[in-house]
């Protein structure tokens, strides 16, 4: 039986305050990590793109040949547009991202009327995202060369943090934790 143990180590606190310390450069350097981040996800679909027309191409006349290749083909022509034009792609992201938030914040105004038990922090959440995606959207181009690395470095701000707070999960045996003993977990033969 395997069990997640939460657990804080001193290794937790470092890795944490190393994530905490890449946050802080992220966000002093916003668009830097974005043409950084923008290249690293074009080369890795372009990456991923080639694999599977590799594959694809080794499934040839067999199910699943076809769909493979087209996904595979869109996800190299992708790849390759990112690659080739990061500021366009720059601004379709920061475009998907604005969306995202818009709608996620309606979404979440629109549950605040059923559920009344958690109507205040749904109002203030979704009120929150909707105003941002508006935010996003009405200044796309200004946004779109600091969003990305602006998200990248509150996400490792927050995680950071996290694992400093609250350490790994560590997924274990009941046993090896010392959460049972044998006889616990095992039955016993007469």
Known sequence: MAEAVKSRTGWDLLLGGLMVLGGVIVLSYATVATVVSVLFTGWTTLILGVVGLVIALT???KEGFWTGLLGSGLFTVLGLVMVRNPAVAAVSLTLVAGAMFLTTGIARLAAAVQ???AR???????????LLGLVILFNLFAASFTLLGVLL???MLFEGFAVMIAGRSNL?????A?????????PTHA
């Not at 205040?120 to 909707?130: A, E, F, Y």
């Not at 010392?178 to 095992?186: I, K, M, V």
């Open 59 to 61: 499934r040839i006349g």
């Open 153 to 155: 470095g509150i996400e």
């Open 178 to 186: 010392g959460l049972t003993t044998p006889s616990d977990s095992e």
């Open 120 to 130: 205040v922090p749904l109002i203030i959440s979704g009120g929150m995202s909707t």
């Open 172 to 176: 274990t045996s009941a046993r090896v």
């Open 115 to 117: 559920i009344k038990e």
